[in-house]
């Protein structure tokens, strides 16, 4: 999903990536702003029979990191060259890197050897979070990693005090079907994308 923002500065004034101030914080024995909600295992059913795996979801929101930014860049290229053949790299990189410009919410992701999967999670207004990014590594795809990012969306910005969680999709993509599993509904007409291809979709989940 990548709904069109403004340009932003990443580092704020502080040259760090600032929590949003109705975020859950807790100061980190480093000086780094960490999510309260600690480091965590969710579980959650896959499959049609209701098979249960554990996928590990590692959150944070901390000073400025550059390689945590750019690893989420590069697995965002690499799951839209997956799903669409080609990426136009350089805006959507560009485009990637803003959303840490403001204030976060949520910052989640499941880790390993590589990074395996991230979402990032913004404030639209004092009542409506914005899931601004979720992707997996497409080796990865189907392993519950992408549910497990968005249950832990969901929770985080009702934990935050929000009244509903919207997100963007591109009309035709099949993760829909996971985004109506968990009860988002259509909250909008296809709009058309700044950089082309599929319109987009707003779907929204009150909280």
Known sequence: MEPDRGARDPRG???????????????????????CVPPHRTRFAIG??????????????RGRVPEDVERCVDLWISALRHRDGHVDEAPVSERTREVFGGGLIRFAITDG?????FAVTVPRTDETAVLERIAVRP????????????LDAITSSREGGYSALELAVRR???????????????A???IAHPLGGEPMITYRLGL
């Open 13 to 35: 004034a502080s040259g760090q990536v600032s929590p949003h101030p109705r975020a859950p914080r807790e100061e980190a024995a480093s000086g780094a702003i960490t999510a």
């Open 113 to 117: 050897p590589v990074l395996n999967g």
């Open 172 to 186: 035709g993509n099949p993760a829909v079907l996971l985004y109506e599993s968990l009860d988002f509904r259509r």
């Open 139 to 150: 080796s990865l795809a189907g392993q519950g990693i992408g549910r497990a990012l968005l």
């Open 188 to 190: 909008s007409e296809p």
């Open 48 to 61: 049609p029979v209701g098979r249960e795996t554990i996928a590990p979801v590692t959150a944070f929101i």
